[in-house]
């Protein structure tokens, strides 16, 4: 029933800019964020949101990335700007909802963020 899909991953030049988007279906999540793993690193996260309208961005992201929610649409957004090749992973959306006391999270497939030097 919960779906979330990513959309907007491709390539572009350091420097550049991109915005990834991510669709949620099936239900009404707390928090939403984005996390990302590049190559032969563990899966981190990058920036969360919650319905409330809290943000947090990852220090190595912060002044770069900006995290916006939609609540009626139900859709994140990540608006990338400055892009750094260290920034090249793939980038997953996370939703989470608790049941029955217990935080459930939902995991997107991933878009694919590559950043040229």
């Known amino acids: 029933q919960v779906q979330l899909v990513e959309s907007g991953g491709g390539l572009v030049q350091a420097g550049g800019s991109l915005r990834l988007s991510c669709a949620a279906s099936g239900a009404i999540f707390s928090t939403m964020g984005w996390y990302r793993q590049a190559p032969g690193k563990e899966r981190e996260l990058v920036a969360t949101?919650?319905?409330?309208?809290?943000?947090k961005h990852a220090d190595s992201v912060k002044g770069r990335f900006t995290i916006s929610r939609d609540n009626a649409k139900n859709i994140i957004y990540l608006q990338m700007n400055s892009l750094k090749p260290e920034d090249t992973a793939v980038y997953y959306c996370?939703?989470?909802?608790?049941?029955?006391?217990?935080?459930?999270?939902?995991w997107g497939k991933g878009t694919l963020v590559t950043v040229s030097s």
């Open positions: 996370n939703a989470r909802r608790p049941i029955m006391g217990i935080d459930m999270d939902y």
């Open positions: 949101h919650t319905i409330g309208g809290s943000l």
